[in-house]
């Protein structure tokens, strides 16, 4: 920790020292990530080396997925100030107490981000270290985050940010947990270019008796010469300004885009959509294949006429019927044309029986989904198989209809 402290001393001085030219300017931006809970707690019951490398070794069985929206702004050149919320949906936070089911932890961060070079370096390695208030169910309390991070100057309008923090807890109550994302950052406002002063007006020629050119607009063009006498241009649109003929305020010499409406960090272009599927490709977690909105961009089973309530398997056992083959035939043939979506497959039981004879019998049903896909030449490293049992209905288990309704195989893109 005090080499932490004197390494963050050196940054403060050196942003101090170094002007004030180039502060970052009011930014927002997004990051997807993990959490990780549990590698902490085997740090804490081995060592630091065991700990890290049985989480690396595991690391499906210990990452939470999770999301940062963050905020930043240059105290100087080479510090800024930030702050964050962070949310994971969280099942995993212990070896010996497993949550059974997935709960959303949440915490807003406040801090300083000393950084080794200013805005316009391409690579810009920095540090962290800020407070985080955090809630989980019903209980809340305080963490010391703290960390490393990387900035890559893509534009001067765009940065990509990678960051690994260790959160440390200052209160009670839960436990210490390592953060890892990467996402973006852009400034709230655009960078202003300067616009050259008018050119002065000429000289009046000295000429006894004869009328002095008038130049109403003062852009250096007499009237009779400026076709836009009122309002100031340019010589080389006859005293007009540079038309904008979108109207998106960004003028047509500047404007890669004269004819269609943009923004400024497209060069006067619409934000661009590669696969057409209406979700644009800074939201688009599959620019190249087309989508759903709902499914973050990425494609679905179900957007290609395969209907999963055609899977179904002889009473009482995991034995796939005549139609249900069928249609994982069609899905098959699907994820085939599709070879980047992976497919995660849950089985669900109603909750009639024995609950952890549900489970067994959910678990070889969606095994033997996917056991029939690859059959099928699926490669097994795009399906995952998950019984759930009777744990996730999806109607009342009161009712026959609803019974039957929970007796199911769903099929979910992963991301």
């Given amino acids: 920790m005090r080499k932490l402290l004197f390494i963050l001393c050196l940054f403060v001085i050196a942003g101090h020292a170094s002007g004030q030219k180039d502060i970052k300017p009011a930014s927002v931006g997004f990051s997807f990530g993990f959490a990780d809970f549990i590698t902490p707690a ?22 939470n997925p999770a999301f940062m929206i963050h905020y930043h702004k240059g105290l100087s050149t080479n510090l800024d100030f930030y702050a964050s919320y962070m949310g994971s949906f969280t099942s995993k936070l212990s070896d010996k107490f497993p949550d059974p089911s997935t709960t959303f932890f949440h915490s807003i961060d406040v801090g300083i981000k000393p950084k080794m070079f200013t805005d ?71 960078k202003q270019k300067a616009v050259p002063p008018p050119p002065p007006p000429p000289p009046a020629p000295v000429v006894v008796a004869v009328k002095v050119p008038v130049d109403t607009d003062k852009d250096g063009i007499i009237d009779s ?30 404007d890669k885009c004269p004819d269609k409406a943009g923004y400024a960090r497209y060069n006067g272009c619409p934000i661009p959509d590669k696969d057409g599927d209406g979700v644009n490709d800074e939201m688009d977690k599959c620019p190249d294949e087309p ?103 999806i109607a009342d288990n009161k009712t026959k209809v609803g019974r039957d309704q929970n007796r199911r195989v769903e099929f979910k893109t992963i991301h």
Avoid at 142 to 170: C, H, M
Avoid at 225 to 253: F, H, Q, S
Wanted: proline content about 4%; glycine content about 12%.
């Fill in 42 to 63: 085997r740090i804490y019951e081995s060592t630091i080396h065991e700990g890290l490398n049985h989480g690396w070794a595991n690391v499906g069985q210990t990452m």
């Fill in 120 to 190: 316009k370096a391409v690579f810009n390695p920095y540090l962290i270290l800020g407070l985080s208030a955090y809630n989980y169910k019903s209980t809340f309390g305080a963490q010391l985050p703290w960390g490393v991070g990387f900035q890559f100057n893509i534009n001067d309008e765009l940065y990509l940010i990678s960051e690994a923090q260790y959160k440390t807890r200052l209160t009670d109550g839960f436990t210490d947990h390592l953060f890892y994302s990467f996402g973006f950052s852009v400034p709230l406002t655009a």
């Fill in 291 to 393: 989508g759903t909105p709902e499914n973050g961009g990425c494609p679905t089973l179900q957007q290609y006429s395969f209907n999963a309530n055609n899977v179904q398997f002889a009473t009482g056992n995991a034995v796939l019927t005549a139609g249900a083959r069928k249609e994982l035939d069609k899905g098959a043939q699907i994820l085939a044309d599709h070879p980047d979506v992976k497919i995660a497959i849950e089985g669900h039981t109603d909750n009639t029986g024995n609950a952890a004879l549900n489970k067994k019998l959910s678990q070889k049903r969606a095994d033997a989904v996917k056991a029939y896909l690859v059959g099928k030449g699926i490669s097994a490293d795009r399906l995952t198989a998950t019984g759930f049992g009777s744990d996730n209905p």
């Fill in 225 to 254: 010469l400026d076709k836009c006498p009122e309002v100031a241009g340019v010589a080389k649109y006859n005293g007009c300004p540079i038309p904008d003929t979108d109207g998106d305020g960004i003028n047509d010499e500047s």
